[in-house]
């Protein structure tokens, strides 16, 4: 059925781990008769086969797609991880899609996660509906949970439906806009009916009014209309309503049981009536433009090969259509079929159109992540904004053979997942791996070990240090002289070294005159600071946040050369910056630790043993939350420990937040164990 961009709403689910998102997933199929049946937790009936390492961790840990048909739109779904170690995939599922549900479970209510993941629907400018699942657990608390989303979110929340009963006694979900009940269970092709159960009458009407009077205020004429007749027809509130949330005033708050299901259906409907199309989105959608596709997943299957799913950005993509990949070197693609996502499944398709999500199988050279358009209407790549890879690993292998194997599975997950990075950088027998953490890691290692039946031996933490200088130094002499029986070589420079803010990089600035360097050899002198500035200053890291100008110089009209000069530069640098009193820096986490009341003196005073910095404690229901920043070498091994001061029921999420000065004695202890040693260039 052909479709147009206004007929498509592509939408990313997002919640702490736990939240329900692959549990409503399921229930949309279902009810949409994308499924034939309804699974359960941890059985899905919807192609969600848990692989091992999920099953293992009780996780999702990659994002998946499906799409489904709805009051004759169609619906994209990106269900992606709630485990803080797999951002990649939250990132590529924001980026790709044009609004979001945000999943808060009516049992555990706002988590660090739950605050982490809206910050960045706000920062993505995306509108966004707050779901409160699990409404029938023995253990929910609605009331609690809606007061903490108020406040911890800090967002315009509006309720959009009246519970019938909370817990074991729920029963269902009345719409305030149309004044209509949903009983549970809903089945697929099943309608509410108009009947208000009479113990709700008078909370729904006071929720309708606070309704009507916030839509009113989204837009002058609704307003106007508003005060002159005390109310507004349905089809203004739905106006009123759907231009709030596009414009981010509003997040419409809705609830839902997922596993009966109840509360999906007018969920549902609130996602074709209040969010936008591709067309409408902000970044619009014109199937007639310059074709742009941006790729949102990668997958290697052992038996069916290479998928790439990709969201159309504008164009239409059609089979046999040749497109550059601007992320990666300008590499060609060819594109030799367009797969039409059904449910959780592929099958054959023809086109994609503007806006909607497709998948290409066989894509030679295109990650998750990467941006390709025509070649003779070249554009900027998509920037999704993936953490660093700010922590790595050695895996260790016994054999040349074992190594091979092991690199072509890594580089098919490092394809699949852009926060993995891997080099072979100071590895003998085995590779570098980076991650944004220790979980990551480790799940990575057991990946490769189902993909090549090989075991990893996992060489300590790597923690990636970095170095700078403290105070500023000038007029510090670099020199090369050499002579060697026919042309010497001869080139001498003065650089003056300072600091700078941190995140600042490198800077190097030309501050010659009068011609003592010639300016061909300008570039030279920088090339010899870079070197030693990958080479580190004291235990081997790079160095950062500095600025390097030189000043003054001499050169010989025969024996000066680019090679004298870029070896000036670098003992011009080492020199200057051992004067300038070089640091290490460490990379420090934002940890937000989640434990019951009763260990909170017990967490903090952990986390200040490691030398972490307590930046306030915040009340979560019965539960406490402290955020901290911590050193990242703190934190490695900090989930057993957790586990004991909690009795098991403790949580943690991290993530980097910045550089920061290591300690004068830990500093000793790296700079010693380093062995580093400064490499004399001639």
Same mark, same amino acid.
């Given at each position: 059925?052909?479709?147009?961009?206004? #007929?498509?709403?592509?939408?990313?689910? *997002?919640?702490?781990?736990?939240? %329900?998102?692959?549990? +409503?997933?399921?229930?949309?199929?279902?009810?949409?008769?994308?499924?034939?049946?309804?699974?359960?937790?941890?059985?899905?009936?919807?192609?969600?086969?848990?692989?091992?390492?999920?099953?293992?961790?009780?996780?999702?840990?990659?994002?998946?797609?499906?799409?489904?048909?709805?009051?004759?739109?169609?619906?994209?779904? /990106?269900?992606?991880?709630?485990?803080?170690?797999?951002?990649?995939?939250?990132?590529?599922?924001?980026?790709?899609?044009?609004?979001?549900? *945000?999943?808060?479970?009516?049992? #555990?209510?706002?988590?660090?996660?739950?605050?982490?993941?809206?910050?960045?629907?706000?920062?993505?400018?995306?509108?966004?509906?707050?779901?409160?699942?699990?409404?029938?657990?023995?253990?929910?608390?609605?009331?609690?949970?809606?007061?903490?989303?108020?406040?911890?979110?800090?967002?315009?929340?509006?309720?959009?439906?009246?519970?019938?009963?909370?817990?074991?006694?729920?029963?269902? =979900?009345?719409?305030?806009?149309?004044?209509?009940?949903?009983?549970?269970?809903?089945?697929?092709?099943?309608?509410?009916?108009?009947?208000?159960?009479?113990?709700?009458?008078?909370? =729904?009407?006071?929720?309708?009014?606070?309704?009507?009077?916030?839509?009113?205020? !989204?837009?002058?004429? *609704?307003?106007?209309?508003?005060?002159?007749?005390?109310?507004?027809?349905?089809?203004?509130?739905?106006?009123?309503?759907?231009?709030?949330?596009?414009?981010?005033?509003?997040?419409?708050?809705?609830?839902?049981?997922?596993?009966?299901?109840?509360?999906?259906?007018?969920?549902?409907?609130?996602?074709?009536?209040? +969010?936008? !199309?591709?067309?409408?989105?902000?970044?619009?959608? #014109?199937?007639?433009?310059?074709?742009?596709? /941006?790729?949102?997943?990668?997958?290697?299957?052992?038996?069916?090969?290479?998928?790439?799913?990709?969201?159309?950005?504008?164009?239409?993509?059609?089979?046999?259509?040749?497109?550059?990949?601007? !992320?990666?070197?300008?590499?060609?693609?060819?594109?030799?079929?367009?797969?039409?996502?059904?449910?959780?499944?592929?099958?054959?398709?023809?086109?994609?159109?503007?806006?909607?999500?497709?998948?290409?199988?066989?894509?030679? &050279?295109?990650?998750?992540?990467?941006?390709?358009?025509?070649?003779?209407?070249?554009?900027?790549?998509?920037?999704? #904004?993936?953490?660093?890879?700010?922590?790595?690993?050695?895996?260790?292998?016994?054999?040349?053979?074992?190594?091979?194997?092991?690199? $072509?599975?890594?580089?098919?997950?490092?394809?699949?997942?852009?926060?993995?990075?891997?080099?072979?950088?100071?590895?003998?027998?085995?590779?570098?791996?980076?991650?944004?953490?220790?979980?990551?890691?480790?799940?990575?290692?057991?990946?490769?070990?189902?993909?090549?039946?090989?075991?990893?031996?996992?060489?300590?933490?790597?923690?990636?240090?970095?170095?700078?200088?403290?105070?500023?130094?000038?007029?510090?002499? @670099?020199?090369?002289?050499?002579?060697?029986?026919?042309?010497?070589?001869? @080139?001498?420079?003065?650089?003056?070294?300072?600091?700078?803010?941190?995140?600042?990089?490198?800077?190097?600035?030309?501050?010659?005159?009068?011609?003592?360097?010639?300016?061909?050899?300008?570039?030279?002198?920088?090339?010899?600071?870079?070197?030693?500035?990958?080479?580190?200053?004291?235990?081997? &890291?790079?160095?950062?946040?500095?600025?390097?100008?030189?000043?003054?110089?001499?050169?010989?009209?025969?024996? $000066?050369?680019?090679?004298?000069?870029?070896?000036? %530069?670098?003992?011009?640098?080492?020199?200057?910056?051992?004067?300038?009193?070089?640091?290490?820096?460490?990379?420090?986490?934002?940890?937000?630790?989640?434990?019951?009341?009763?260990?909170?003196?017990?967490?903090?005073?952990?986390?200040?043993?490691?030398?972490?910095?307590?930046?306030?404690?915040?009340?979560?229901?019965?539960?406490?939350?402290?955020?901290?920043?911590?050193?990242?070498?703190?934190?490695?091994?900090?989930?057993?420990?957790?586990?004991? *001061?909690?009795?098991?029921?403790?949580? /943690?999420?991290?993530? /980097?937040?910045?550089?920061?000065?290591?300690?004068?004695?830990?500093?000793?202890?790296?700079?010693?164990?380093? %062995?580093?040693?400064?490499?004399?260039?001639?």
């Amino acid at each position: 059925m052909a479709i147009t961009p206004d #007929d498509i709403r592509n939408i990313v689910v *997002l919640g702490h781990r736990g939240a %329900g998102k692959t549990e +409503l997933v399921e229930a949309m199929l279902y009810l949409s008769k994308a499924i034939p049946r309804l699974g359960h937790s941890g059985g899905w009936a919807g192609g969600f086969d848990a692989t091992p390492e999920e099953a293992a961790h009780i996780a999702t840990l990659e994002s998946r797609v499906v799409s489904f048909r709805w009051r004759g739109k169609k619906i994209n779904v /990106f269900d992606t991880p709630g485990e803080a170690a797999f951002v990649g995939q939250t990132k590529l599922g924001i980026t790709a899609a044009d609004a979001a549900l *945000l999943l808060v479970s009516a049992k #555990d209510s706002v988590q660090s996660g739950t605050e982490r993941l809206f910050r960045w629907v706000r920062e993505a400018k995306m509108p966004c509906l707050v779901v409160i699942t699990k409404m029938d657990d023995e253990h929910a608390h609605v009331d609690d949970v809606v007061n903490d989303i108020r406040q911890r979110l800090d967002s315009h929340t509006e309720l959009m439906e009246v519970p019938e009963g909370v817990g074991p006694s729920y029963h269902g =979900v009345v719409v305030v806009e149309s004044g209509e009940e949903w009983p549970a269970p809903e089945a697929p092709g099943a309608g509410p009916t108009p009947n208000v159960p009479a113990e709700l009458r008078d909370a =729904v009407q006071k929720t309708r009014a606070k309704l009507v009077d916030d839509a009113a205020a !989204s837009d002058d004429k *609704l307003t106007e209309h508003y005060l002159e007749a005390g109310d507004l027809s349905r089809e203004e509130l739905d106006t009123g309503v759907r231009t709030a949330v596009v414009k981010g005033q509003m997040f419409p708050l809705y609830e839902c049981a997922p596993l009966r299901p109840s509360g999906v259906a007018p969920l549902l409907d609130a996602i074709v009536g209040l +969010l936008p !199309s591709p067309a409408a989105a902000v970044r619009g959608a #014109d199937p007639s433009a310059p074709l742009v596709v /941006f790729a949102c997943k990668s997958h290697v299957d052992p038996h069916a090969g290479r998928m790439t799913w990709v969201r159309v950005l504008q164009g239409t993509l059609r089979r046999d259509a040749s497109l550059v990949n601007v !992320s990666n070197n300008a590499q060609y693609e060819r594109v030799g079929q367009v797969m039409e996502l059904q449910g959780p499944n592929v099958a054959t398709g023809s086109e994609g159109v503007a806006g909607d999500v497709v998948a290409v199988p066989k894509l030679k &050279f295109t990650r998750a992540g990467d941006t390709l358009a025509e070649e003779k209407h070249p554009v900027e790549p998509v920037k999704a #904004d993936f953490p660093a890879a700010v922590f790595s690993r050695a895996f260790l292998v016994e054999s040349r053979a074992q190594e091979e194997k092991i690199a $072509s599975a890594l580089h098919q997950l490092v394809e699949e997942d852009p926060t993995l990075s891997l080099s072979h950088e100071g590895v003998v027998n085995g590779m570098l791996v980076g991650g944004v953490g220790s979980l990551h890691l480790d799940i990575t290692a057991e990946r490769v070990k189902r993909m090549t039946g090989i075991t990893c031996r996992m060489g300590p933490p790597r923690i990636p240090y970095k170095e700078t200088v403290t105070k500023k130094v000038a007029y510090v002499e @670099g020199k090369q002289k050499k002579q060697t029986g026919g042309h010497g070589q001869f @080139g001498v420079c003065y650089l003056d070294v300072e600091p700078m803010p941190r995140g600042s990089g490198f800077e190097f600035e030309d501050a010659i005159v009068g011609g003592v360097i010639p300016r061909q050899f300008i570039p030279s002198v920088e090339k010899g600071v870079r070197r030693a500035l990958d080479k580190g200053i004291i235990a081997g &890291f790079p160095v950062v946040d500095l600025k390097v100008r030189v000043v003054d110089g001499k050169f010989h009209s025969v024996d $000066s050369s680019d090679a004298a000069f870029q070896v000036a %530069g670098y003992k011009g640098f080492v020199a200057a910056a051992a004067q300038a009193q070089p640091s290490l820096l460490e990379p420090v986490m934002k940890v937000e630790v989640k434990a019951p009341a009763e260990a909170l003196g017990d967490v903090i005073g952990d986390l200040t043993s490691r030398h972490g910095k307590v930046l306030n404690t915040d009340t979560a229901g019965e539960w406490m939350v402290v955020s901290a920043f911590v050193p990242m070498a703190q934190m490695l091994e900090y989930e057993p420990k957790l586990t004991a *001061l909690t009795s098991g029921r403790g949580s /943690f999420m991290m993530h /980097f937040d910045h550089y920061d000065y290591v300690a004068p004695m830990v500093q000793e202890k790296i700079v010693a164990e380093s %062995g580093f040693k400064i490499v004399e260039e001639e």
